[in-house]
């Protein structure tokens, strides 16, 4: 894939696309450290999990298991049948960057979270560059990390109902990157309906991870049948063109 | 520091690792038939769908009213062709103001 960019301005485009993705991790990452701190957990473990798992949903369900008094065995099997979603999403995004030096790549796989995976995936195919993403994980690391250690050192003092009203921002940057490309194609929408319907029920069937999983692979695999991508393949062969 | 919490984040941190990892080590054994690829290139898409249904209806579990305004001025701001942080703003100002008034 070629790019006009230098990597350094990859980069700094990268972080620069990570910035609504920061305000949607504030809250998430404060309320996870709330709970933690609750469930026994010292100020250094709870920046620590942050640091090192980097999946906000699996930490906060850790954090909500030890209040409950569940063994350490039980949360880490949980944690791993919960991001075993990365496992596709890191796929989708590995594939840009097969020919890339493996160690930028093991690097790079492990900022694939949800909304890095959102925001890089919906880029338009000439920036889904290694540098790109590198920038884009370094604002997402950043963010989730600041934002434990500011849900640490400010329990009490936000307002609780402007940390409520934020719980909506994860949402609303998975809608706002997701409906242009919806409004451009209307088989695509068709599918991200179809997934949505049968996502709320497979999740009244099964736990809501396994849920995901199931109903992301099964509507992608129902999309080869119907969905054309064909302007966005036109695109794609005139960026590999030589 | 309790020594179980350190094995647990251990423990979660491995296994968070090993799937995100994983495509990384093998992507370059892998190749996709056409089919495969487009199969890839639908998955940020139905997985994006299936990340924000159902889950945004609960984002406050006991009013769903919070979740509906704000997807609506979301996607509103989005259909306009505002920017992603100009969504995510506006999603949390309209929600903020439904806690505030109501």
């Given at each position: ?21 920061i ?13 933690a ?147 451009q ?43 054309d991508?064909?302007?966005?393949g036109q ?8 | ?26 992507i ?75």
């Amino acid at each position: 894939m070629t790019s006009t960019q230098t990597k350094k301005q990859q980069y700094l485009a990268g972080l620069r696309s990570g910035l609504p993705v920061i305000t949607g991790f504030f809250p998430v990452g404060i309320a996870y450290a709330l709970l933690a701190r609750q469930a026994g957990m010292s100020p250094v473990e709870t920046v620590l999990m942050s640091a090192t798992v980097l999946a906000g949903s699996s930490q906060i369900m850790a954090a909500g298991m030890i209040l409950q008094g569940a063994g350490i065995t039980a949360i880490i099997l949980a944690t791993f049948v919960l991001n075993l979603r990365h496992l596709i999403m890191s796929t989708c995004v590995m594939r840009h960057f097969s020919g890339e030096p493996a160690g930028l790549r093991l690097l790079s796989s492990f900022g694939v979270v949800d909304e890095s995976f959102a925001v890089f995936c919906m880029e338009p195919e000439e920036n889904r560059t290694l540098f790109r993403f590198l920038g884009l994980i370094s604002a997402v690391y950043l963010a989730w990390v600041s934002a434990a250690a500011v849900g640490v050192l400010s329990a009490g003092i936000l307002p609780q109902t402007l940390l409520d009203s934020m719980g909506i921002a994860i949402y609303a940057l998975f809608i706002a990157i997701l409906l242009p490309s919806l409004r451009q194609n209307r088989r695509l929408a068709l599918l991200a309906l179809l997934t949505a319907i049968c996502n709320s029920l497979f999740s009244r069937l099964l736990p809501a991870s396994w849920a995901l999983i199931a109903a992301t692979l099964l509507c992608a695999a129902l999309g080869t049948a119907f969905v054309d991508l064909q302007t966005d393949g036109q695109k794609e062969e005139s960026a590999d063109a030589p | 520091m309790h020594p179980e919490i350190l094995l647990m984040i251990l423990g979660m941190t491995l296994v968070t690792i090993l799937p995100r990892v994983l495509p990384a080590v093998f992507i370059e054994k892998m190749s996709f038939g056409p089919r495969t690829e487009k199969f890839l290139r639908l998955v940020p898409y139905t997985a994006m769908a299936a990340m924000i249904f159902p889950g945004f209806l609960t984002v406050d579990a006991s009013r769903m009213d919070i979740g509906l305004v704000g997807a609506l001025v979301a996607g509103a701001l989005a259909w306009k062709k505002c920017p992603v942080m100009v969504c995510v703003l506006g999603a949390i100002g309209a929600d903020l103001l439904l806690y505030l008034v109501f």
